[in-house]
């Protein structure tokens, strides 16, 4: 990381504002990061951008605090004047912004933990989302999913939390996959308590992300505002598990206004786990997805990963046509005469006769003394059994 002027400017602008500070980012886009730094602790700033810079104006970041994050946490601030800045997947903040929707800003930078680059990251990449307190169920679907499509090149986006989020960073670990998580505090904020492992093995492999300075504590409304960046990074947003009122289903919001494709994963129909999922499926707020492939038919190569079509089991009945498709359809457990066979498949008597004998050859229906009946599959009591 080196330690430009710009850099140690952007670190300190990320100190003096709360995220999203859409204000203060059309100021540092038109002004720079560094003239921008001058005047916001000079005070000669907009009305706007005073609001959301005046309680922490005075404070002050310098090279050594960057110099030590690196030391300490191995961490380094991505900018937009890096090359690994995913400038167009973060245009859509930008531009969602200036059509009026509240909260929607890119942010000034990035703080990263970790070896991966951010824009190898995000060319092919999903985000996954769910419950805290997913289901067994819900963490099969997302670490299984999240395993096939790391397999396949796609980089898994979650935050880091319990359950799905958990379960997708799992999956695309284990096969060696590249994750990211992106955190609603300071990488030193040791959140959640239980995933510190987890989060070092995330940086082994891919980076762990936040727009929040050192020493930065979580806080509820941090996780809403990190969601935007979790639904702008990706090619698009799979929900695996979610209540009806939940951050999951904020993150799918978000990716929707963005223009993000979302996706959503159905479960029990009495499972509350799944209740949001059904509801923005319902609503067509997303579009139903039953497998990985789905999943990477949208996120893959255009053309290049379409998911299989569904299609049911061949039956052996499938080659009846015609007339001996009728008789078939008329014959019953019970045995039945030619006579009845007749009247009930609606074929004539000759036509009966000479189908009858084809379809025993077939092993579709058996001659009895009472007349003709569907074959019988053998048993381990039948003396023809060979299983």
Known sequence: MRLTEERVARAYLLRVAEPPAAALAAFVSAHGPTEAAERVRARQVPPAVAQETEARAHLTVTAADLERAQEKLGARLITPEDDEWPSWPLLALTVAGARGIKGMSAPIALWARGGGRLDGAVKRSVTMVGSRAASSYGEHIASDWAFSLATEGVAIFSGAAYGIDAASHRGALA?????????????????????????????????????????????????????????????????????????????????????????????????????????????????????????????????????????????????????????????????????????????????????????????????????????????????????
Not at 204 to 224: D, I, K, N, Q
Not at 251 to 267: D, E, F, I, Q
Not at 307 to 331: I, K, N
Not at 366 to 372: H, L, M, N, V, Y
Request: one cysteine or more; charged letters at 20%.
């Open 175 to 387: 096969a060696a996959g590249v994750t990211v998580a992106v955190l609603g505090c300071a990488l030193d904020a040791g959140y959640p308590a239980g995933h510190g492992r987890l989060l070092n093995k995330i940086a082994e492999r891919g980076l762990v992300l936040s727009e929040y300075s050192p020493g930065t504590p979580p806080a509820r409304h941090r996780f809403l505002v990190r969601n935007r960046l979790l639904a702008a990074l990706s090619a698009a947003t799979v929900v695996v598990e979610a209540g009806l009122r939940s951050g999951a289903r904020n993150t799918a919001n978000t990716a929707r206004l963005l223009g993000r494709p979302v996706m959503a994963v159905p479960g029990p129909l009495i499972s509350r786990n799944s209740a949001g999922c059904h509801d923005l499926i319902r609503n067509e707020r997303a579009a139903l997805v039953t497998s990985a492939a789905q999943v990477l038919e949208v996120v893959g190569a255009l053309g290049a990963d379409l998911a299989a079509e569904s299609e049911p089991p061949p039956r052996a009945t499938d080659q009846l046509t015609g007339d001996a498709l009728l008789v078939h359809e008329a014959l019953a457990d019970t045995p039945k005469t030619v006579e009845q066979l007749v009247v009930d498949a609606g074929v004539a008597e000759r036509a009966v006769r000479s189908v009858l004998p084809a379809l025993e050859v077939e092993g579709f229906c058996e001659r009895t003394e009472a007349g003709w009946r569907l074959a019988r599959a053998p048993t381990r009591a039948d003396p023809t059994w060979k299983g």
